[in-house]
């Protein structure tokens, strides 16, 4: 069996086809259109994937939709602000009826205007929220900034790019207000539940592609030693055990609710043989898959 590879998709043009999206932008490295507009051609389930730019999506109806950022089912509830960035594995699930704007673009498109896209906006960080709940308040805010900046994409304009470009700035620093807000909350925890809530937030996003307890520690720019230590202080766990539980409730899911054979899930989980997902998932749950998959 060869492991299936996720795709990665480039542009948003690239993802665009690969959805059967007959959009195409017509600027380099910006995109920008209706969720509504997916209707009737695009699919409405997505497989898993990952892309080589930002998305920021801005929901104004969610209905029955689903994000899957590396393998963890978000559900938004009314007011949804939702990030993706580069090399996130990310799938989703979408109502017929949702509806909001997509919003795409390479750091390239910026860099007249910002030099650093992570140091201005860290929210756009692996290691931070993917998914941030607005107000009624900022979600009208963020949706007439959205209308805007897709009524300019659509009527093409000799200072089109340059307009965009300002437009994006702006609509990014009003999510860094968004995000500084949730931010606030922490200036409230001590060092180590700062830490501990970061490094669960990137087991969410990593746990897929490493289990290598060094790899988050340095992400967040700590020795493995700090990370363990200050991360079983607060939860009586290490920092493996947290990574190897997210990988077993992963694995069960899968064993349950889907068709995958063992093979398919190991590989889906990133483990080189279906021998070291068996192993392992009997070392923590008791059982073989086969077993826990035959359990009522």
């Not at 093979?263 to 923590?284: D, M, S, W």
Request: aromatic share 12%.
């Amino acid at each position: 069996m060869t492991q299936t590879e996720i795709p990665v998709y480039e542009t948003s043009n690239a993802l665009s086809e690969a959805m059967g999206f007959p959009h195409r932008s017509h600027i380099p490295n910006f995109d920008v259109y209706e969720l509504g507009s997916l209707e009737p051609s695009a699919r409405r389930c997505m497989p898993p994937y990952r892309q080589s730019f930002y998305q920021i999506g801005i929901l104004s109806y969610v209905g029955e939709s689903k994000l899957n950022l590396n393998t963890d089912w978000i559900s938004p509830e009314e007011y949804p602000l939702w990030f993706v960035v580069p090399g996130q594995v990310f799938s989703w699930v979408r109502d017929e009826k949702m509806a909001g704007f997509s919003i795409m673009f390479k750091k390239e498109f910026l860099m007249n205007v910002v030099d650093n896209v992570v140091e201005d906006f860290p929210f756009l960080k692996m290691s931070e929220r993917s998914l941030l709940m607005l107000t009624k308040e900022e979600h009208e805010s963020l949706l007439f900034d959205a209308q805007r900046m897709h009524s300019v994409y659509k009527n093409p304009h000799p200072y089109q790019e340059k307009m965009l470009e300002g437009m994006l700035v702006s609509f990014l620093y009003f999510c860094k207000a968004v995000y500084e807000r949730y931010k606030t909350t922490e200036n409230h925890l001590t060092r180590a539940q700062v830490i501990t809530q970061k490094f669960e937030i990137l087991v969410d996003k990593m746990y897929v592609d490493t289990k290598n307890v060094g790899d988050y520690a340095d992400e967040l720019n700590i020795t493995p030693n700090y990370l363990t230590t200050t991360v079983k202080k607060l939860t009586g766990k290490s920092a493996k055990d947290i990574i190897q539980d997210r990988l077993l409730v992963e694995s069960k899911s899968l064993l349950k609710f889907s068709g995958l054979d063992i093979g398919e899930i190991a590989y889906r989980l990133n483990f080189q043989e279906p021998t070291h997902f068996t192993r392992f998932f009997k070392k923590l749950s008791g059982l073989t898959p086969n077993q826990f998959r035959q359990m009522d």
